[in-house]
């Protein structure tokens, strides 16, 4: 009789621990591309080395869509979103309303800094991604719900000249939008050469004005 024995798969912690490291480069391989070339001019090959990776090794994490989608909730996943509530926490925990403004301000421009480019190429996908459009789509509320918070703190902390009514908030958080948007940010320092001192510096004249 003869016997057969069924042949047990072999888990290796390190092999798991590089194949993730490989995984995360990837991504912010990906990140920092599509933040600099755009989602067109961002191929799967340069991806791939800039990771120090096989092209094979990049398309096993995913597509050029799922990439993007990857890069995209890696630069906002928390990070820099005012809807994130760990911002709130941070600034309720200082008395001062200056440290908390500063300290949003401060978010505010790592995350252009280090994402403003993938947000453009986010909205070009979007045309032709469904994933990145309805991603594309959360963010935006997301972003607009924290900053009707965030005009609620300034308020309340007596940063803005009285308190806007209840049925004008909507339109405030769209002011404050388009102050910190990715947009804003690339026409200011990109295209009109601003440092982050000096936008640091606009952006709190045009929150408190």
């Known amino acids: 009789m003869t016997e057969t024995r069924t042949k047990r798969a072999y888990h290796s912690p390190l092999r798991q621990r ?4 490989s995984r995360q480069r990837i991504i912010e391989s990906a990140l920092a591309l599509f933040n600099e070339l755009g989602y067109s001019g961002t191929t799967m090959s340069a991806i791939a080395k800039k990771a120090g990776v096989s092209v094979e090794s990049v398309h096993g994490v995913g597509q050029k869509g799922d990439l993007l989608l990857l890069a995209f909730r890696l630069a906002y996943h928390g990070d820099s ?14 008395d001062d309303p200056e440290k908390g403004l500063d300290l949003w301000i401060n978010q505010q ?3 252009n800094a280090r994402a403003a480019g993938l947000w ?5 996908a979007a045309a ?41 908030l909507i339109d405030f958080a769209g002011a404050v939008n388009v102050m910190v948007s990715p947009e804003t940010y690339i026409q200011l320092v990109h295209d009109w050469g601003y440092d982050h001192a000096r936008y640091e510096g606009w952006l709190r004249r045009a929150l408190t004005g």
């Open 18 to 21: 590089r194949a993730a490291e």
């Open 128 to 168: 032709v991604e469904p994933a990145i459009a309805q991603a594309l789509k959360e963010q935006i509320e997301a972003r607009l719900q924290g900053y009707v918070r965030a005009v609620r703190w300034m308020a309340r902390a007596g940063l803005l000249d009285g308190e806007p009514p209840e049925d004008r």
């Open 120 to 124: 453009l190429a986010c909205r070009a």
């Open 81 to 94: 979103s005012l809807s994130d509530p760990t911002w709130f926490d941070q600034v309720d925990a200082t």
């Open 109 to 111: 421009v790592a995350a």
